[in-house]
């Protein structure tokens, strides 16, 4: 079965950096879509990042230029890169892959268990 574990995450003061990793396993074909989504306490949770098969990103408006997804396709990795982080970045961070599963183009979504990330003074 697929599984997706992440690592990174913590406490961070507001401009600095952190990174977090998700390693996915358990599809036969690999993954589509991965990336990541955030949680934050009294608000909507958020697609921060995304990264395609082939390697095209795509950011939410409020990480544009702070944030890097890249993508491991041999490793089925995803890593998020975190730099001048800000105190609204505060959240629970999750992990997703997506697989296409027939040629009607239906699709698995995939969870990670969350990762806090907080940014305080």
């Known amino acids: 079965h697929v599984q997706l574990v992440e690592s990174g995450g913590g406490l961070v003061q507001p401009g600095g950096s952190l990174g977090l990793s998700c390693a996915a396993s358990g599809s036969r074909t690999g993954f589509d879509d991965m990336g990541w989504y955030r949680h934050a306490p009294g608000k909507q949770r958020e697609l921060v990042a995304a990264?395609?098969?082939?390697?095209?990103?795509n950011y939410a408006n409020s990480v544009k230029g702070r944030f890097t997804i890249s993508r491991d396709n041999a490793k089925n990795t995803v890593t998020l890169q975190m730099n001048s982080l800000k105190p609204e970045d505060t959240a629970v961070y999750y992990c997703f892959a997506r697989v296409v599963i027939n040629v009607e183009g239906a699709i698995e979504h995939y969870w990670g268990q969350g990762t806090q990330v907080t940014v305080s003074p």
């Open positions: 990264i395609t098969r082939s390697g095209y990103p």
